[in-house]
């Protein structure tokens, strides 16, 4: 085998050069990839990775799992107007008056019971002999909107705008996961709920937790996708307020009538609560956080100029001092 180098003495200064033989160049430049080589390696992995709509299959999955995300969070939220009656008749809260029980006699009869405004007269009304009213909570009133507007809305509108500031700084997929969670808890322990202030306060951290999904879920569809294909991304993710509202009927509906162990609308809140456990643990295992858009220095530079308390502080100053959004709520 020839030698590789050599090593020569320059006549001038008594340096010293090295000189590579031609045998020692052609195995090094048999080691080192022809960029042709490169490009072919490049476009067979570009070939693996698999797309839809020229997006990779990963990022459709990842809008998947953030729009369940943001269902669960809907369906929890519209819940409570399709089981405020039962609720309000186990609780004990709102409106009182004459209600039906039995909705197949009812719909034969020749007087509605939400017509009858006397409570004697609605105990004793019958169809063929018959009863088909009785006076109880309505589920309606004002305990009922206090529940369904203000304790709702109030929190969810500030803790929205908090929960977007970090999400400007912080790993919004760690945030959001930890969100996706405590509204979860929230709904599953309204099941357990037994009086109407335990209702309030688990109703005002539910709106605390799901007003993380809006702001969180659509920043990071933005930065998953390129604009070409944005437009239908976001189509895809807002399905999810869509299967949130229309999975609160059937399961507010159906579960409540069946009246598994006596527990009626309960069930609703353990089924709506469960599933969305399970997706904050898949968001948190199989979701990465995508890169930003917006550069990293640009980030920095634009966080620096305000701290994120004052951000914050600024922002709860805004609603507390305007009558137009106090009236809102």
């Known amino acids: ?29 048999s080691l080192v ?32 799992i953030l729009m369940l995300c943001y269902g669960f969070g809907e369906l929890g939220h519209f819940l409570i107007g399709v089981t405020s009656r039962e609720m309000a008749q186990d609780v004990h809260f709102g409106d ?17 019971c939400a017509e009858i405004k006397n409570s004697t007269w609605c105990g004793n009304i019958t169809q063929n002999g018959t ?49 996706v969670m405590f509204y979860s808890v929230m709904t599953l322990s309204s099941g357990f709920a037994d009086v109407y202030w335990l209702l309030a306060l688990l109703r005002f951290g539910f709106g605390a937790g799901e007003s993380a999904c809006t702001p969180l879920t ?25 299967f949130g509202y229309g999975l609160a009927f059937a399961i507010g509906n159906y579960l409540t009538d069946a009246n598994i162990l006596g527990m009626s609308w309960r069930w609703c809140y353990f089924f709506a609560g ?14 990465r956080e995508p890169q930003r858009r917006l550069n ?21 100053k805004i609603f507390a001092t305007s009558p137009v959004i106090l009236m809102l709520l």
């Not at 659509?218 to 869509?242: H, K, Q």
């Not at 456990?277 to 968001?283: E, F, K, T």
């Open 33 to 64: 990839p022809s960029s042709s080589d490169c490009e072919k390696t490049d476009q067979s992995e570009i070939a693996m990775v698999k797309t839809f709509q020229g997006a990779p299959l990963y990022h459709w999955y990842c809008t998947l």
């Open 274 to 287: 469960g599933p969305g456990m399970i997706m904050a643990v898949v968001l948190y295992a199989t979701v």
């Open 218 to 242: 659509s920043s990071i569809v933005v930065d998953l996708f390129e604009p070409r294909v944005r437009g239908s991304a976001m189509s895809f993710f807002n399905w999810g307020i869509y």
């Open 96 to 112: 009182v008056g004459c209600v039906t029980y039995d909705v197949m006699v009812e719909t034969s009869a020749a007087v509605r």
């Open 131 to 179: 009863r088909y009213c009785e006076w109880n909570y309505t589920g309606q009133g004002i305990e009922y909107q206090v529940l369904a507007g203000p304790v709702f809305i109030a929190i969810f509108t500030v803790m929205g705008l908090v929960n977007g500031i970090l999400g400007d700084r912080y790993n919004r997929i760690q945030i959001l996961s930890v969100n």
């Open 296 to 316: 990293e220095t640009e980030i920095e530079k634009r966080a620096g100029e305000i701290s994120i308390g004052k951000r914050i502080w600024e922002t709860i």
């Open 1 to 29: 085998m020839n030698n590789a180098v050599e090593v020569e003495p320059k006549s001038s200064g008594g340096r010293w050069s090295l000189k590579t033989s031609s045998s020692c160049m052609e195995e090094a430049s």
